[in-house]
């Protein structure tokens, strides 16, 4: 059964940290671009960091390059996003997806808030 957890999100100040960890199960991970997207309630959701499957190339949304890192550990079946310096619109749920070919994942999603 293919199935994508999202887990680490959580409450930080802004200016604080987080790193958000997706581990798969049921596909081959190594095989696929490995990405996470975020969505606030009634926006579109929104690309926030790739990484191909060799995990060398990476690519970033605008908004978060500089302060978000996306890394992947073939071994473990695990994509990371390591957030820093987190500003108070990068509150959202955090998504992963696994992309190769025809085959598209997407995991449940985990809430980031920062707040004061």
């Known amino acids: 059964q293919v199935q994508l957890v999202e887990s680490g999100g959580g409450l930080v100040q802004p200016g604080g940290s987080l790193r958000l960890s997706c581990t798969a199960t049921g596909f081959t991970f190594s095989n696929y671009v490995m990405k996470w997207y975020r969505q606030v309630p009634g926006k579109e959701r929104e690309f926030v960091a790739g990484?191909?499957?060799?995990?060398?190339?990476?690519i970033y949304g605008d908004s978060v390059r500089g302060r978000f890192t996306i890394s992947r550990d073939n071994a473990k079946n695990t994509v990371y996003l390591q957030m820093n310096s987190l500003k108070s619109e990068d509150t959202a749920v955090y998504y992963c997806?696994?992309?190769?070919?025809?085959?598209?994942?997407w995991g449940q999603g985990t809430q980031v808030t920062v707040s004061s």
């Open positions: 990484m191909i499957n060799s995990g060398g190339s990476t």
């Open positions: 997806y696994a992309g190769f070919r025809s085959y598209n994942y």
